[in-house]
Antibody
Framework: QVQLQESGPGLVKPSETLSLTCAVS????????WSWIRQAPGRGLEWIGY???????DYNPSLESRLTISVDTSKNQFSLKLRSVTAADTAVYYC??????????WGQGTLVTVSS | DIQMTQSPSSLSASVGDRVTITCRAS??????LVWYQQKPGKAPKSLIY???SLQSGVPSKFSGSGSGTDFTLTISSLQPEDFATYYC?????????FGQGTKLEIK
């Protein structure tokens, strides 16, 4: 069974860059899209964007100007960079394997707080 | 963006009950809909995709129906582990969007 694990700093200062990595085990990146989703405290889910294993991306337009998602097939992982963060970017960030729009398997999530 | 609206926002039910949650899309999404279950402090779990197809390993007590703009998730014979928040999500067009969630609580 594929497993995903998010990692990265839990605290980021305003205006800086939020960087997270999702390590995938128990399966290859090949053939799937790999998503990032976030959930602000006590709120609903927001799709951030995804990357195909071959490198093509689709982003949420609300974040696109600040967002980069990349993939490293040699390490079986993919990454998120969100620039110029504010308190509104405080959330639990999840990564997920996505097939046909269905986010089939999720990581456990990692809380990122934006604060000085 | 396509708006997804769930009803009700919260629902109280008893063990053994059958419940139905509704999700409405702001435009036609054909059958490009997923249902998720989320328990407190945990990641969402995919239950149903393509509106009515059961994700592997999910019990058959969960069922989905609908197409176009109106969809339902039905859970039969509620058990304690089914009390959670349920979300719908469309994947007809970018950006993918979720409903606001339906919190299913024990009566």
């Amino acid at each position: 069974q594929v497993q995903l694990q998010e990692s990265g700093p839990g605290l980021v200062k305003p205006s800086e860059t939020l960087s997270l990595t999702c390590a995938v085990s128990g399966g290859s990146l090949s053939g799937y899209f790999w998503s990032w989703i976030r959930q602000a405290p006590g709120r609903g889910l927001e799709w951030i964007g995804y990357i195909y294993y071959a490198g093509s991306t689709d982003y949420n337009p609300s974040l696109e100007s600040r967002l980069t998602i990349s993939v490293d097939t040699s390490k079986n992982q993919f990454s998120l960079k969100l620039r110029s963060v504010t308190a509104a970017d405080t959330a639990v960030y999840y990564c997920a394997r996505t097939y046909g729009g269905n986010m089939q398997f999720w990581g456990q999530g990692t809380l990122v707080t934006v604060s000085s | 963006d396509i708006q997804m609206t769930q009803s009700p926002s919260s629902l109280s039910a008893s063990v053994g009950d059958r419940v139905t949650i509704t999700c409405r899309a702001s435009q036609d999404i054909y059958n490009y809909l997923v249902w998720y279950q989320q328990k407190p402090g945990k990641a969402p779990k995919s239950l149903i995709y393509a509106a009515s197809s059961l994700q592997s390993g999910v019990p058959s007590k969960f069922s989905g129906s609908g197409s176009g703009t109106d969809f339902t998730l039905t859970i039969s014979s509620l058990q304690p582990e089914d009390f959670a928040t349920y979300y719908c999500q469309q994947y007809n067009s970018y950006p993918y969007t979720f409903g606001q969630g339906t919190k299913l609580e024990i009566k």
